[in-house]
């Protein structure tokens, strides 16, 4: 079932959560909410959900108008951050809860909701904790747990806001890569609220990037990060660093660097920044006559394949990051105090601010 969010607005008080927000996310489809803290994308989960009502602008389910009706009855499967499961109830009465309550003439009979729980602990491979209650599990059996009984009442959206949020980083990588091929399988229209960019380029489909209560730039993780449609998305979305200069005629100018700058056609000369990737930065010793910009290595660690270096320029304050393979820094023999020359090799222009 698709779901078709359209001119959403949400006020709380003064603040605007939500300005004119549309949206669809096709059936099958897992599609990431991505922002930072207060952009927006939990209060339009929560809309789709129907948790929270909208000032205007309607939510429609496979073409029908949702808007209005009680979040009862809008067969959504919601995962929480903190699991929100029953602690004096075995893992067993959580996932067999939402079924158990449903108006009598719904309910399945009691060997039906037994059938449907074990094939949902299969599901998310917990059948052997069914007896066990939720204190006796690790975070990350709880959130598949918590998983397990959204999808009890079988939803005809899945809705899951930050849930592996509160689980450290290798729980939270594993359960990504499962979650995906999870999803796979149920084929629902499912929508991952996240602040990660690692985790919403890793698992979604499309991801829908929020900035201040309006979408940035919503499409495939590989589009987002090699064509950002703004300076927010290319700053949000992994390291950048900023230099400032002047464009026209398709290229850049600063600090005796040109780049190609093709968004920049016009004939006069226009304030514009160059975004740059740590990794697209080449690295030199500063010799007589080198081009770049003259900087000094304050501080440098290696991590797997690769040198992430901080650099102090010389004619400012400003810092520039730089990634470059390991094995070249190794044989440049670079130590910190060292004064480099960093040439840009590759940057996306747009007009300053």
């Known amino acids: 079932m698709s779901i078709e969010v359209k ?4 006020y709380f008080g003064s603040f605007r959560a939500l300005d004119d927000v549309s949206l669809t996310i096709e059936t099958g489809e897992l599609v990431a909410l991505l922002g930072p803290s207060g952009c927006g994308k939990t209060t339009l989960l929560r809309i789709i959900a129907g948790l929270e009502s909208p000032d205007a602008g309607s939510v429609l389910f496979a073409g029908e108008d949702a808007t209005g009706v009680d979040v009862r009855h809008r067969q959504v499967g ?12 075995t893992v067993f009465e959580n996932v067999a809860f939402g079924l158990r309550v449903k108006p009598r003439a719904q309910r399945p009979s009691e060997e039906n909701i037994r059938a449907r729980v074990h094939e949902l602990l299969n599901l998310v491979q ?4 069914a007896e066990r209650h939720p204190s006796q599990l690790s975070g990350g059996q709880r959130q598949r747990i918590a998983l397990a009984r959204a999808l009890a009442v079988e939803p005809r959206v899945l809705l899951l806001d930050e849930p592996f949020g509160a689980l450290d980083a290798k729980v939270r990588k594993e359960l990504r890569r499962w979650l995906r091929r999870l999803h796979d399988d149920l084929h629902v229209a499912s929508v991952f609220v996240t602040h990660d960019q690692e985790e919403a380029l890793e698992v979604s489909d499309r991801v829908v990037l929020m900035n201040a209560g309006r979408i940035e730039q919503i499409g495939e993780p590989r589009e987002l990060w090699e064509h950002p449609a703004t300076p927010f998305v290319y700053d949000f979305l992994g390291d950048v660093n900023a230099f400032r200069g002047h464009a026209a005629r398709g290229l850049w100018h600063a600090d005796g660097v040109t780049l190609p700058a093709p968004e920049m056609t016009q004939d006069d000369k226009l304030h514009a920044v160059a975004y740059v990737r740590p990794h697209e930065i080449d690295l030199a010793r500063d010799k007589s006559g080198a081009s770049g910009i003259r900087v000094r290595l304050d501080h440098a660690y290696l991590a797997g394949p690769s040198a992430y270096l901080e650099l102090q320029r010389l004619d400012g304050d400003a810092l520039i990051e730089a990634q470059i393979p390991e094995t070249r820094y190794r044989e440049l023999g670079f130590k910190v105090g060292d004064v480099l020359v960093a040439s840009p090799l590759r940057a996306r222009v747009f007009a300053a601010a």
């Open 7 to 10: 001119n959403l607005s949400k």
């Open 78 to 89: 919601f995962v929480f951050q903190h699991y929100a499961l029953f602690h004096h109830m």
């Open 126 to 129: 917990l059948d052997w904790l």
